[in-house]
């Protein structure tokens, strides 16, 4: 009784008091809080507890004790007291035995140390004051855990673990760490978690507790601070968390993979306490949650816990070791399923079940019924092929043949095509066909067959597909485009084993649209009968799904296996045995009216720049031309149904065309089929011209062009084109056809070729190409004085060609050779040169762009003038005075705002030839600005022409300048001061009659005009030295013209009137027959040999003045043509000629017969 009194005082004498007074009832301390301590309060002492003294401590100073509880493992503790001199001293935690460990003492005011406490225990800390007094103090306890307070040292969780999560050990927030937050913004503390997962599984991961809103941020593995998924409700409904409580559930498919997630509580408290359990359910742990297995899992048994007994599964001799539980359905009927497993650490062994349950097992395997090695021959298998319908499930456990868990075991399922698995058994495909590739049930690598790789991937599934050519003259289309598979490889065989491959692609060779990327070829000639092998796959995904599909197609029966033609080649062709038209290739008609008919389709390919190709089809009426620039929609370039290109061996209603611009070793398309599908025999040809080849397609030069010329490349001559030399030697040579159009009528030409002097060249120049067109011009020298072209070189100069009207010019050798030259034309306007100025009549304005001229001053030789410009651009004029002599003349350069010009004026071309310069508005011309040019010209001389020129300065701002010219003679009551203008030319006569012994004229002619200054009249007042009507012999005889004008003013202007003989006044020129003409005698007039006389009989010839005949007649004793004449005789020839006047001449000859000729 008295034991029981006792206890019952001491608990009431502990308990009684406050919390802190005393080692048995100490106060609880709560992470990071602080307490307020006040000594005088505290009555026990370390000695009135009966502890043991550490330090300088009496044992007998007032102390406060503290109690803590470690809320995690492995944490970092501080404990501070603040205040007065404080000391701490720290115990085990105490038991009511009192039975106390003095573990430390600081006298530093403040203490921390890390502890390995198992969370949940705890110490005890005594507070006193050194110096005996009392405080206050401010002490508190920090927990800091030391995993999981950042993402970089999260806390490892494991699976099936619950953790304890006192978010006031974990003092970072997210936002501190500066990581994303998920927009969700979290303001208190953040614990970080991760996991590892073990396999193909289901995970549950919970932060349950009795109050508070849990919340989960994921991040990735790398802590790269991007928050991938934020949660903060009950998603799994686990009855342990309230709905604000957090939970999840996932799919993991990898073995190893980190999870790392933070927990926060949603308003910040720090007070709740969460458990994180994290619970993962591997697939295959029970036969209700198996692997669905679709290819290949390596897998560990140990951990999986239960074994087919424990799942009610029984085969007769169902071990009891650890069971991994599997499930498939079948894909195909047209495939076998081969399920295998195997390791070489211990004997794996199959169970097939219909279903989970009893009785539903259907087999077991333990041996390797398919006798292959998929892990290696040492290794531990077991095989079973089957043969399933599909949509078939099975369901299949894979156990330790003894029970054995420990090590590695792959379990694999394959459906594996019935044909085209293997090299050995392909699929044969049809042309045309298109076989649905899936990887997935063609398992075998390309070296498990014993063939290279050509190149490609050899670790990838696997088609086997054999063609078999059904003819020798064709292209082979192959492709595995489409489905799934983003690339996709073709290998090709001549056979199955090492050393067959001869091709291989894994990209659009065959540029086909519908492939993209993916692989495509072709392959052409390929013998008849002979098996191509091709083995396709997907390199890249290696599961991908795709198409085969192929295609034979005998050449020009396809735009893509179309026909190749050479220049010059000639194809012939018949529409009848095609199949394929336009329509079918995915073409347009290019406008033409095919309507689905047969078509052939070529290709050719361009090797000469700037070229002219002439497309024909000749033979047959009713024929389409289409020409594409790839076998693709839209591509459409050209098209024709007649002869466009006027082919010689076309007709006009037959097909031909002409292309140009079409680029070098660029492949354009040519297909070719009957109007309204009817079908045709007929020739197809290709001819490609270089400009310049022929004169029907001529080299079109421009004004000073220059052109290289090497004649080795031309093919053509001038004879081959039909055209005459032209006075030239060379026309057997090869030749080079231009064609100029000139830009005005009032221009020299100049054309050349030459080489300095190295060669021996000819220009012929025609009005057109063909025998009808007219030669114009030839050279084989140096016509033109080219200082560029030696003697033998040629070069000439046209003038008086038509503006606008194209002619034809062509360059070749006087020998027929083919050696280089240099061609160049250079067509010279008006103005373009000093001595080919631009004639300029009074008050005419010429607009003109100086920009636009060739030539400058300084450009001609020795011609200088004037202290500006010269090296501009400058336009030449001549300008002839019309008027009195001493007049004016003004000239101006003005027109365009901004231009700046100068005016020099010639008396020729050539050096010493400057009379005057301007470069300002000298003459004052109101229409002129300052720096616009004018010059004024004093005592012109009428009928002299003059040449001036007309330039820019350096700084003008406009081109174009309006040139102006106006004559001003000497005025008197505005009439001309030197009296009126009359021009009369000289009057010709000739005689007509006689007088006087002599021939005559009669004079009678008109007076003319005369002018004056406008505005002036003037008449012809007297006239002297001849009279109308008067008959006048031979001579000159001046006339004198008596005028006068408004202004009073009388001048006296001459002609002549010029009398000449009409015929020879000595009578005509005669040249008289033979003085004795002999006939021969060639028919009987009786019995008597004559002959006819003939005038052919003699030779006889009269001639006289061109204005006087001249006539033959015979006299009255003369025999006359016609007239028999006989052997024997002699005849009197006697001719009188007789001219206009009545003068003539006599010729007599004897004329005999003979019957003997000579």
Not at 296 to 305: G, K, M, R, T
Not at 579 to 603: E, H, M, P
Not at 786 to 802: F, K, R, T, V
Request: net charge negative; glycine share 8%.
């Amino acid at each position: 009784q008295q034991n029981i009194f006792w206890f019952f005082f001491f608990v009431y004498f502990v308990f009684a008091q406050d919390p802190g007074n005393n080692c048995i009832l100490p106060y609880e301390m709560r992470n990071t809080v602080q307490v307020n301590v006040d000594l005088s309060s505290y009555t026990s002492t370390i000695n009135s507890e009966g502890l043991t003294k550490c330090g300088p401590s009496t044992g007998d100073e007032p102390v406060f004790f503290g109690q803590y509880t470690s809320l995690v493992p492995n944490s970092k503790i501080t404990i501070s007291a603040c205040g007065g001199d404080s000391e701490l001293v720290i115990y085990p935690t105490a038991l009511i035995l009192a039975i106390l460990i003095l573990v430390v003492t600081l006298h530093n005011s403040q203490a921390s140390f890390s502890t390995n406490l198992v969370a949940g225990n705890s110490f005890i800390f005594g507070l006193y004051d050194a110096a005996g007094g009392t405080g206050p103090f401010t002490t508190s306890v920090t927990e800091v855990a030391n995993e999981g307070t950042t993402c970089s040292i999260p806390y490892q969780i494991s699976d099936g673990e619950s953790f304890d999560t006192y978010l006031s050990a974990y003092p970072n927030s997210i936002a501190s760490l500066g990581m994303d937050d998920c927009l969700n913004s979290p303001i208190g503390n953040a614990a970080f978690f991760k996991y590892t997962t073990l396999g193909e599984s289901r995970v549950t991961i919970s932060a349950c507790g009795v109050s508070g809103d849990s919340n989960f941020h994921f991040f990735s593995s790398t802590c790269s601070g991007i928050c991938l998924l934020f949660l903060g409700a009950n998603n799994v409904n686990l009855p342990e968390c309230d709905a604000s409580q957090v939970s999840v559930a996932f799919t993991s498919t990898n073995e190893g993979y980190d999870y790392i997630f933070a927990l926060t509580e949603d308003s910040g408290s720090t007070t709740d306490i969460f458990t994180v359990t994290v619970n993962e359910e591997l697939f295959g742990e029970t036969c209700s949650f198996p692997v669905a297995l679709s290819r290949y899992v390596i897998l560990s048994l140990n951990l999986f816990p239960n074994s087919m007994s424990s799942q009610g599964l029984n085969c007769g001799q169902t071990p009891n070791g650890n069971a991994a539980f599997f499930t498939y359905t079948t894909l195909s009927s047209n495939t076998e399923t081969r399920l295998y497993t195997c390791s070489n650490v211990f004997d794996p062994d199959i169970y097939i079940f219909s279903g989970c349950g009893a009785n539903t097992c259907d087999m077991f395997v333990a041996d390797n019924t398919f006798d292959i090695a998929p892990c290696g021959s040492d290794f531990s298998t077991a095989s079973i092929t089957l043969e399933l319908d599909i949509d078939t499930t099975i369901y299949f456990a894979v156990v330790g043949h003894n029970g054995e868990n420990t090590g590695k075991v792959l379990v694999s399922v394959a459906e594996v095509s019935k044909v085209g698995a293997t090299c050995a058994m392909p699929y044969y495909i049809a042309n045309g066909d298109s076989i649905d590739i899936d990887p997935r049930f063609f398992p075998n690598y390309i070296t498990r067959e014993g063939l290279d790789t050509c190149g490609g991937t050899n670790y990838a599934n696997s088609a086997y597909i054999v063609y078999v050519p059904e003819s020798s003259s064709s292209k082979i289309i192959f492709s595995a485009c489409g489905g799934s598979a983003s690339t996709t490889g073709i290998h090709v065989y001549s056979g199955c084993g090492e050393g067959t491959c001869f091709g291989y692609t894994d990209d659009n060779r065959a540029n086909i649209p519908e492939c993209g990327t993916q692989a495509s070829a072709s392959l052409s000639l390929r013998p008849a009968g002979t098996p191509i092998y091709f083995v396709v796959n997907d390199p890249t995904d290696k599961d991908g799904t795709f198409t085969f599909h192929l295609e034979e197609i005998v050449y020009g029966h396809a735009c893509t296996a179309s026909l190749p033609l050479s220049n010059g080649s000639g194809a012939s062709v018949n529409l009848d045995g095609l199949t394929n038209s336009i329509a079918s290739q995915g073409l347009s008609d290019c406008g033409g009216n095919t309507n689905g008919g047969k078509a052939v389709f070529f290709r050719y390919t361009p090797t000469l720049a700037d070229s002219n190709i002439v497309i024909s089809a000749c033979g047959s009426e009713n024929v389409n031309i289409h020409v594409y620039s790839s076998c693709a929609t839209d591509t459409c370039i050209g098209y024709s149904n007649n002869n466009q290109a006027n082919v010689p061996e076309c007709t006009p209603t037959q097909a031909s065309i002409t292309l140009t611009g079409m680029q070098v070793e660029t492949i354009f398309y040519i297909a070719i089929d009957g109007v309204d599908g009817t079908t045709s025999d007929f020739t197809v040809r290709v001819t490609e011209f270089v400009y310049g080849n022929t004169c029907d397609i001529p080299y079109q030069i421009a004004n000073r062009e220059t052109v290289n010329t090497d004649l080795t490349t031309q093919q053509y001559s001038i004879a081959s084109q039909g055209l005459s030399e032209c006075g030239g030697k060379g026309s057997q040579g090869n030749a080079k056809f231009f064609e100029y159009t000139p830009i005005s009528s009032d221009s020299k030409i100049v054309i050349s070729a030459c080489a300095l002097g190295s060669t021996d060249s000819d220009i012929h120049v025609y009005s057109g190409c063909g025998g009808s067109s007219t030669c114009l011009a030839y050279a084989d020298n140096n016509l033109a004085n080219n200082a560029q072209c030696g003697s033998n070189e040629a070069s000439l100069i046209l003038q008086g060609m038509e503006e606008g009207i194209p002619f034809i010019f062509v360059t070749d050798h006087y020998c027929g050779l083919s050696p280089s030259f240099t061609v160049q034309i250079n067509e010279i306007l008006p103005g373009d040169i000093c001595s080919f100025a631009r004639q300029i009549n009074d008050k005419e304005i010429v607009s003109v762009d100086l920009s636009n001229q060739p030539n400058s001053i300084s450009s001609e030789e020795g011609l200088e003038c004037g202290a500006t410009g010269e090296t501009q651009t400058a336009m030449f004029f001549e300008f002839t005075p019309q008027a009195v002599s001493g007049s004016s003349v003004i000239i101006s350069a003005c027109g365009s705002a901004g231009s700046d010009t100068n005016i020099y004026v010639f008396s020729g071309c050539g050096e010493t030839t400057c009379v005057n310069f301007a470069d300002n508005n000298d003459a004052a011309i109101p229409q002129c600005n300052a720096p616009q040019a004018s010059i004024l010209l004093s005592e012109v001389q009428a009928g002299l022409p003059f040449i001036f020129a007309v330039d820019l300065s350096a700084n003008s701002g406009a081109s174009v300048v309006d040139v102006y010219v106006e004559e001003i003679p000497p005025l008197v009551d505005d009439c001309y001061a030197s009296g009126s203008l009359y021009e009369h030319d000289d009057v010709y006569f000739f005689t007509t009659s006689s007088c006087g012994g002599s021939f005559c004229a009669e004079i009678d002619f008109d007076l003319g005009q005369c002018t004056d200054y406008p505005g002036c009249g003037c008449e012809i007042t007297s006239i002297s030295g001849v009279t109308m009507g008067d008959l006048m012999q031979t001579g000159t005889y001046p006339v004198s013209v008596t005028i006068t004008n408004d202004a009073g003013v009388t001048v006296e202007r001459f002609f002549n009137v010029v009398v000449e003989d009409s015929c020879n006044p000595d009578g005509p020129s005669v040249e008289c027959p033979q003085d004795e003409i002999v006939v021969f005698a060639d028919t009987l007039c009786g019995r008597v040999p004559c002959a006819q006389f003939s005038q052919e009989d003699f030779s006889f010839s009269c001639s006289d003045y061109e204005t006087c005949d001249c006539n033959l007649v015979y006299s009255s004793d003369s025999i006359t043509p016609g007239e028999m004449l006989y052997v024997r005789r002699t005849y009197l020839l006697e001719i009188e000629v007789t001219n206009s006047l009545g003068l003539y001449s006599t010729c007599i000859s004897v004329v005999t017969v003979s019957d003997q000729p000579n």
